[in-house]
């Protein structure tokens, strides 16, 4: 297969959107934008964008569209419809979607195309509106990997690196909600510590420095190596006395007044652990626990 | 006050105690040991240490008593009664509680103390056993700090640093239940997302790439200073963006059938700061409703 | 308005579907019937219904369709679409919903039907295929309330009792949802409660009896008063000794190694009362903090 | 075993005690009492009954000694040291505990009492003041056969019923403990409701009605049977159909901005379910995740 992607149709000028059409447009392709509210385009045609006046005319022509939109309904309504991407997609022509979709969202998109002889590609974007800005955004992309390849010179106009996770375009989005979802736990966890330790009478400055040093410490790696091997004999530090220490974090919560939400809820998987005779392992192993409520081996 | 910290008792040769104990002789002190299974002592013993019959009797002439024991109850059983540490001790001498007791506890521990005219000093033990073998351990200490200046060698016997943290002895019992909250919550952190990714079709090996990637990711800091600052305005990511991408996990879960409580638990956060019309706030807004729930301003 | 509902739409043959069908023919109505799987009509064909070959003819000449479906999906599907009720329905007619679906999609259907002038009518369904079978549904109306009483011979045909709620569709599906929200909340009830008390050593027969006199002691009716009226003052019982009853649940779960998940969440609402300054209040005053975590004066 | 209880010792006259004590005294025994704040004797005084000054006395030559303290470590305390209860019984003597304790307190202080030749009730309370006051409590006791069948007149003084349980006293605290655990759990299942239901637009007045007409559906005796008799097939209701109620109820919960957090953890119970292969059995199958996490077969 042998295609040149110039010519880009580009839909959603949203926070991140704009930034990567910027730079698309900077690099030298030919730039083709669509965008619900059509001030935000200004600027793009003042530096040489074309108008489009819907996600159908934003695709004609075009060798590529990208959307950055977002959410699953509004993928969905940009893409089916009277002008919606596929009734302007040439055959062959590609739909690169950037947003955080939902993976079955991501398979009906692919399999829409497959029908329609167009090509989707789940390329879900890792970074924020400054990276975007700055040409350093991370993309994983799947789908075809020979249209993948033919669009490295794209990728390289708005993402600092793109990494190549194979056809199945529901594992990017898979990836995308795995990091969100650690993110935003982390998040969680920093604010119920802060909350724990102040009304506990430790200064804020030193939670953070508390924080942090457990995030960089060496330990991790070896948690999460134990994890994946399911290595949880000899133990380091044994489930009995992990269970007793989550006891004492939520004896201390009550004495100071502070909720701790996720130390209720590891209290449960010790309890569940204890329960099926693993007091002496790891503890870690409650890593156990979550396999089985998920039906795993 | 010039004491002279040169005779130790020690009581609970376990995992940590026994290499502490081991380190404290090596550095030249002069060692009186306890431990409830006399066996334990026997290399102690033929290195030179003094067998005590009692936590009374390894308090008899020391000038600092250690206790490396399991928990809230075990320390309070090894401090009172007529066997106990503070039948023992003379006056001025000094009892270091290396143990994860409740903050409440060590409070108590400081109050017997001192109606005894005895120095209770709290010290929790911060690494595990191979680094108190290796005297690496970092041990953050509370209480009078003339005692715990005139301790300074002993604690470099056996901990690589310590810090003063201050007169109040549930400060630092408060800090290490934080840390080991922490650190108990991301292996269960953890253990969702290998589950979720594994279930998703992820490889572990990515997972664990993922995971180390994110929590060395310089945003950590800049979302921990937020929470310090509780500054969420303006926003990096919405927080009624963040709302719909923890709605796409669990709707992702749902689909591939692994529970996410987590997610679970944080979807409710969010609910509550939507309810509170903070939509437009950073996603990290969510500390608030932890301040709330704690009675925080 | 007068209308005479004779002629009837039936879509949806499943296990609610099929008695009431059944029960509207044999009330002497007018009956045409389409389901997916075309070998549930025969015996209601060889009653005297009349097949339909998809929703669209289902409606078509029919006064009224009642749709028993699955879920949101499922019902936009048969309402949408060249084959779908709403291309079908003559101006005037009637769409009844059974199903259990979110509000946002009652209000979706009620707003296309308005737009093809014809009406939607929401009317989930309280009551199993027993119940169905036996006439003895219970049946939440919303709607026009013109057009509803001129349906009241077919509701009686198939539902023991309808009761009109108002022309707010929305309005029964989330009080559908709120009598399944008690219900499953219940089984899940029983469930830690069953749980529990086994591995304490109780004999399910007893806790069963248990179970049934708390759910039929009068306190729960002074309990749901309590709440309605947010008539906390005096205390019946203290919020404050409610906690201290609740930590003493989750440590005799601890010992018994049985997860008390509900417990865990109380004891978070306990907390966030205490911080509060709620101690004194009656302990079902937890209630406020469900309604401020709403966003609820 | 020939006992003639007729001298009784009570410590503790609060909300619950003293109406208890009164209705002891009223019915002829002859009544010695300690209370820690002593002006609340003085009507009991007046009323004919003896001042003790501490546990220990109201113990000294009475039959059976009542105690109706506030938790596990108030009841530890007046038992034990110079004043304390055991120092004062006679051999052969009774104490009838009556607070919400733990079970395992329970178990320590029949121990206490077995090795002091005196003898531990354990008679957790089921009822508030007002019942208390009308003699109208219902208690559960366990503990020696003959020695609770002695002191039926002293029970039947103060408790409008009482049930013999067996010989083992946490048993009873274990009853209680389940049934706080169901009606807290109940209140907090209520607030939920009421809250999301006031969200939704719906009247209280109409939850409340659909709250008790939940309480009292006959259906709730089924559902305590199957899961007593874990009999989940045939379905009801298909646990598949279930998950998706769920996901409605979380779905519409987003929407009006009211946590629901009763509906998370469930969903997390679904989800196990599903993983395990139980699609198609009834939804209250959801105890069996609750029984596998307990170590239950």
Request: charge should be negative.
């Amino acid at each position: 297969m042998e295609m040149n992607i110039q010519k880009i149709g580009f839909v959603g000028l949203g926070k991140m959107g704009y930034p990567i059409a910027k730079n698309i447009l900077n690099a030298g392709f030919e730039l083709r934008v669509y965008n619900r509210s059509p001030e935000k385009m200004s600027s793009l045609l003042s530096a040489g964008a074309i108008e489009a006046a819907s996600p159908r005319e934003a695709a004609e022509g075009s060798d590529a569209v990208i959307t950055c939109l977002m959410d699953d309904q509004t993928e969905l309504e940009c893409t089916l419809g009277a002008d919606g991407l596929l009734a302007g997609l040439t055959s062959g022509a590609i739909h690169i979607g950037t947003a955080t979709i939902s993976p079955n969202c991501a398979a009906t998109l692919a399999e829409l195309h497959k029908n329609n002889g167009s090509h989707y590609v789940a390329a879900p974007l890792f970074g924020r509106p400054d990276a975007a800005a700055a040409g350093k955004l991370l993309t994983y992309v799947a789908g075809d990997e020979d249209v993948i390849k033919a669009c490295k010179n794209l990728f390289e106009a708005y993402s600092g690196s793109h990494i190549y996770m194979g056809d199945n375009p529901k594992i990017v989005n898979s990836i995308k909600l795995t990091m969100n979802f650690i993110l935003v736990s982390l998040i969680e966890l920093f604010s119920q510590a802060y909350t724990f330790a102040e009304k506990s009478g430790i200064e804020p400055e030193f939670t953070q420095e508390l924080i942090m040093t457990v995030l960089h410490h060496p330990v991790l790696k070896e948690y999460t190596t134990r994890l994946r091997m399911q290595d949880f004999e000899p133990a380091a530090f044994e489930l009995i006395a992990g269970h007793k220490d989550v006891e004492l974090m939520l004896q201390a919560s009550s004495d100071v007044r502070a909720p701790l939400i996720f130390a209720s809820a590891i209290r449960e998987k010790f309890l569940s652990a204890l329960a099926r005779g693993m007091a002496e392992k790891d503890w870690s192993a409650i890593y156990e626990i979550s396999r089985l409520n998920a039906g795993l081996p």
